[in-house]
């Protein structure tokens, strides 16, 4: 193994940085100094600028994993153990993964070997050979941040309205999510809560429910599926090329590990307070509330981001993993604390006017909104869950669970 590795970091394609792995496995992170010169740098994260908005430049070497910032775009658990198998490295040594899996990244940024070198070596400087690249190949198709079995995939245009995996992964518009070999229906359940979540007026990407027979290039060893999978077209890509965004882990510099523990939804709404006015509070807490009645508990900071369209002023991303997991889990607490309480059942005015305090955030835009939301939502719910997608169970599970959300009866 060579005594330094370089990997070229880029944002829009424009060299930003540089990570580099020195002995004793520690990496480094340094950005350019014509970034650091740049009077209109484009944004790369909040986690980068100190209380004046000045780019924070002296960055704390890692041992063995990357930093937050990096290591929140790499896939997590049992994901990550498959691709490290295939790529024929550890999955601890996040340095490699990056290497690996650095082209077609969440948002406008890219990672590339500096000496060019398409593949680390497989061990002990051993540079694999074209039956080792090739067995690799595979692994480009995973390379989106999360647990869940996703990929990047682009849209057919045959009369089936499928979508294709393409060889390399690189490039695709879409992201589909495979059915779950755990739990039922778990793409119906997020499909018809981000239908109804569009219905009352949040910003929600397409999405759709596509039969896995009509998904071409699905790899080899993923198991048997059954039902359909989910298609949600990238709102990080667009016709003009990628849009930066980054979740909220990387705005609070948190390692993945530690995704539903070292922050709060009023520590979102401060920054959002803070970033984007009254427009991102709004959605938010449109989407917390949203969320808290479809007893999705699983909300974490990885499930927040924001996007910045002109590559330097951040907003709030249009949304994502709407799930209500109460049919699945019993589990009644939030990913989050809310201000005071995590648990649902404590989600009341009184919890929201706290949090709207402590984030420094109008009261009454809080409560209204909230108010609001919760109407829009009985009406809706009430009219549509016997025509959305949904297992007799889950409505089941979310009528049983509404009524333990105390701002759902104030």
């Known amino acids: 193994m060579p005594d330094v590795s370089v990997l070229d970091v880029l944002?829009?394609?424009?060299?930003?940085?540089?990570?580099?792995?020195?002995?004793g496995d520690r990496t480094i992170f340094a950005f350019n100094q014509a970034y650091i010169?740049?009077?209109?740098?484009?944004?790369?994260?909040?986690?980068?600028?100190?209380?004046?908005?000045?780019?924070?430049t002296d960055i704390r070497p890692t041992r063995t994993?990357?930093?937050?910032?990096?290591?929140?775009?790499?896939?997590?658990?049992?994901?990550?153990?498959?691709?490290?198998?295939?790529?024929?490295?550890?999955?601890k040594r996040e340095f490699f993964l990056l290497w690996i899996l650095g082209r077609d990244l969440p948002g406008a940024l890219t990672v590339r070997p500096g000496n060019g070198e398409a593949w680390p070596p497989v061990s002990d400087g051993e540079r694999p050979d074209e039956?080792?690249?090739?067995?690799?190949?595979?692994?480009?198709?995973?390379?989106?941040?999360g647990v869940q079995l996703k990929f990047s995939a682009v849209k057919n245009d045959g009369k089936n309205g499928g979508l294709t995996i393409p060889a390399t992964g690189v490039g695709g518009s879409w992201i589909v999510k495979l059915p779950s070999n755990r739990f039922e229906r778990v793409p119906e359940n997020e499909y018809a809560m981000m239908t109804l979540a569009a219905r009352l007026g949040m910003d929600v990407p397409e999405v759709q429910l596509v039969e896995t027979d009509a998904i071409e290039g699905l790899p080899e060893g993923i198991g048997k599926l059954s039902g359909p999978a989910l298609a949600v077209r990238r709102f990080d890509r667009t016709g003009e090329g990628p849009v930066h965004i980054e979740d909220f882990a990387q705005v609070f510099g948190v390692f993945p590990d530690d995704k539903y523990e070292k922050a709060s939804y009023r520590l979102i709404a401060n920054v959002l307070g803070a970033e984007t006015g009254g427009e991102g509070v709004t959605e938010f807490i449109r989407r917390l509330v949203f969320n808290t009645l479809i007893g999705n508990a699983d909300m974490h900071l990885k499930n927040w981001s924001l996007i910045y369209p002109d590559r330097r002023t951040a907003k709030l991303s249009p949304a994502y993993d709407f799930v209500s997991t109460v049919p699945y889990i019993a589990d009644e607490?939030?990913?989050l604390k809310y201000a005071r309480t995590r648990k649902m059942a404590e989600f009341n005015k009184d919890e929201l006017a706290y949090l709207a305090?402590?984030?420094?955030?109008?009261?009454?835009?809080v409560l209204d909104t909230a108010a609001a939301t919760v109407d829009g939502f009985r009406t809706l719910w009430s009219s549509e869950?016997?025509?959305?997608?949904?297992a007799k169970e889950t409505v089941a599970a979310i009528d049983k669970h509404i009524e333990t959300v105390p701002f759902a009866r104030e």
């Not at 944002?11 to 002995?23: A, F």
């Not at 869950?385 to 949904?390: A, D, Y």
């Open 11 to 23: 944002l829009y394609g424009e060299p930003i940085g540089t990570l580099t792995l020195v002995q």
């Open 37 to 56: 010169d740049n009077p209109a740098l484009p944004t790369l994260s909040l986690s980068f600028k100190d209380s004046f908005g000045a780019l924070i």
């Open 65 to 91: 994993i990357v930093p937050p910032f990096f290591s929140n775009l790499l896939p997590e658990g049992p994901l990550r153990e498959y691709l490290a198998k295939q790529a024929g490295t550890n999955p």
């Open 131 to 145: 039956k080792e690249r090739a067995r690799r190949a595979n692994v480009l198709r995973f390379s989106l941040a």
């Open 333 to 335: 607490d939030a990913a």
């Open 357 to 365: 305090a402590k984030a420094r955030l109008p009261e009454k835009l």
């Open 385 to 390: 869950k016997t025509h959305l997608p949904l």
